[in-house]
């Protein structure tokens, strides 16, 4: 017992001196920020690059359907701008979205063979043109996990039509006097409803002129909500139908009677 | 290592002390019936000394009922116990990068103990060229110790203590450093006269080796850091502590004492 006892005393007192660190992922300068829908879900952003002033990195470059993305913090600064190129929610506006955060940042010497580390915490966002920001946590953990949620308000106003069989459009004209021009081949298009009224039409026009255009009229139910003051009162659609009388496309199927931001396919129609 | 490690290790320590101390402790009471010291009526519950109220009253102590008499415990100091750490002084010539010292005090109330302790200590690390961290601060500790060894003739002592340390110190540090993204940077950071305070849970032994001169070891368990803000850098090594990261950390002292005696030991206290 006394031998065992001497044991245990040497053996405490050996291991109470390994008090090395693990060099190992010492910084937590990656901070996470998740896309999300305000009332929805997860957002999706497809990314050309973020950028951020002190560097010629663009980050993420490329990255699409992203739900989240993580980017580093400036060890030698205490704030830092992300301009986010790109398009979020599969709807292209051309225009760049900002992010500005102010930080602390403190070295801290860690060992003579890790050197040191940047600790970093109290991340808070000074400014935006995103619609609404959410801190989760203002540290950055290591394993990188959601320190920011950047919201944006729900379109309402996306009608996702699926083609059975692929078609070329060459233009498609909706409201009285407004025609986009497509000049592609589809097997699916997003189409803006008019929220004004109660019903929307559209004009195919076919690439190959010896097919007719065909009609597609939609009628539905409009109910206003308030989601959150930066989003103001918006019209929510329901109780979609397809127009028979009014449109000339063969067997169409409704799959979804409400509109889903993430789109989700309202109608399949085979010309 | 985690603090459940080393809460652990602590009572693991514990345990080693105390069986030690069980290891020891036979042979002592054996040895304590033979050597003229164990003789002297003082240090003996069976024998009452001339102080206690039975000689007082004249009575033989040869009395018809010996175990009927009861000695209370007197919790006036007896002696002021003064020592050093010797691992704090012997570090410095195999670790260049530690300085430091350490005095230890601790005066009895009975088997209660109230416990002082001051030092300083010095870090210097250097990193590869990378960063040079140096440090230097002074620390102190008040707290308690409660011995159990309640029937040892010579005060020897296993004790479980608490410890309230406060340290002040500054840290300088020169760093460069390499980020992939951002590129490099120097800077020479300070933080000057930083407060910090913790609290450790103590144990240990204290050994009366030879007249006036004890031998010990305290093992603490130091938790609850607690620093101001410092906005130039974080700080690395707080004196009297250890790693400023860690939630929980060990420290282990190895101890030279001298007793100093204020006044007679009274016999060991019996009870009903």
Redesign the interface.
């Given at each position: 017992m006394k031998r065992l006892s001497w044991f245990v005393f040497f053996s405490i007192f050996t291991f109470s001196c390994l008090d090395q660190p693990d060099c190992y992922q010492l910084n937590n300068n990656v901070m996470v920020i998740a896309f999300k829908i305000i009332g929805g879900g997860t957002d999706v952003y497809n990314l050309a690059g973020v950028s951020t002033p002190g560097t010629d990195t663009v980050f993420l470059a490329g990255a699409t359907g992203s739900s989240s993305v993580k980017l580093p913090l400036n060890p030698y600064a205490t704030e830092i701008g992300y301009t986010f190129d790109g398009y979020y929610g599969g709807i292209n506006t051309g225009e760049p979205k900002h992010l500005d955060l102010s930080y602390k940042s403190l070295v801290q010497f860690v060992s003579e063979d890790c050197g040191e580390r940047y600790v970093f915490s109290d991340i808070a966002p000074t400014s935006t043109d995103f619609d609404s920001i959410r801190i989760l946590n203002s540290v950055p953990t290591q394993p990188p996990s959601s320190n920011l949620e950047i919201y944006r308000c729900p379109r309402t106003n996306i009608l996702y039509v699926d083609f059975v069989a692929d078609v070329a459009i060459d233009s498609i004209k909706f409201g009285p006097n407004e025609r986009v021009p497509v000049g592609a081949t589809l097997s699916e298009i997003w189409l803006p409803l008019n929220l004004l009224a109660d019903s929307s039409t559209y004009i195919f026009n076919y690439t190959d002129a010896s097919f007719p255009d065909d009609t597609l009229k939609v009628t539905y139910l409009r109910t206003t909500k308030t989601l959150s003051p930066k989003c103001g009162v918006q019209n929510f659609i329901s109780k979609l139908r397809y127009d028979t009388l009014n449109s000339s496309f063969t067997t169409p199927t409704l799959k979804e009677d409400s509109i889903y931001d993430l789109p989700k396919i309202n109608f399949e129609l085979t010309r | 290592?985690s603090s459940r490690a080393n809460i652990s290790?602590l009572f693991?320590?514990v345990?080693?002390?105390a069986?030690?101390v069980?290891?020891q402790d036979p042979k002592k009471t054996q040895d304590s019936k033979t050597t003229p010291a164990s003789k002297n009526p003082p240090s003996t519950s069976a024998q009452p000394s001339k102080n206690t109220p039975a000689s007082k009253n004249g009575k033989d102590t040869k009395s018809t009922e010996p175990d009927t008499t009861i000695i209370k415990p007197s919790y006036l100091p007896t002696g002021v116990r003064v020592g050093t750490d010797l691992i704090s002084l012997i570090r410095p010539s195999f670790d260049d990068?530690f300085k430091g010292w350490e005095i230890n005090a601790d005066v009895d109330f009975y088997r209660y103990f109230l416990a002082l302790d001051y030092g300083h200590w010095e870090r210097e690390?250097?990193?590869?060229g990378?960063?040079k961290?140096s440090n230097s601060g002074d620390y102190w500790r008040v707290g308690a110790d409660v011995n159990f060894l309640k029937k040892d003739p010579d005060r020897n002592m296993f004790f479980l203590g608490l410890r309230y340390a406060r340290s002040k110190f500054s840290e300088q540090?020169l760093?460069t450093?390499t980020?992939p993204?951002?590129?490099t940077?120097s800077?020479l950071?300070r933080n000057d006269n930083v407060p910090a305070s913790w609290v450790e849970v103590t144990t240990g032994l204290r050994v009366k080796i030879w007249k006036i001169f004890w031998l010990g070891y305290t093992?603490r368990l130091k938790f609850g850091l607690n620093m101001a803000d410092?906005p130039?850098?974080?700080?690395?090594?707080v004196p009297g502590y250890?790693?400023?990261?860690?939630d929980s950390?060990?420290?282990?002292n190895y101890q030279l004492f001298i007793r100093i005696p204020t006044r007679k030991t009274p016999p060991l206290p019996t009870f009903k």
């Open positions: - | 290592m290790l693991g320590l345990l080693a002390a069986s030690v069980q290891a990068t690390w250097e990193s590869e990378q960063a961290y540090m760093v450093s980020d993204v951002f590129g940077d800077d950071l093992a410092t130039e850098m974080k700080p690395s090594d250890g790693r400023a990261d860690k950390y060990w420290g282990f």
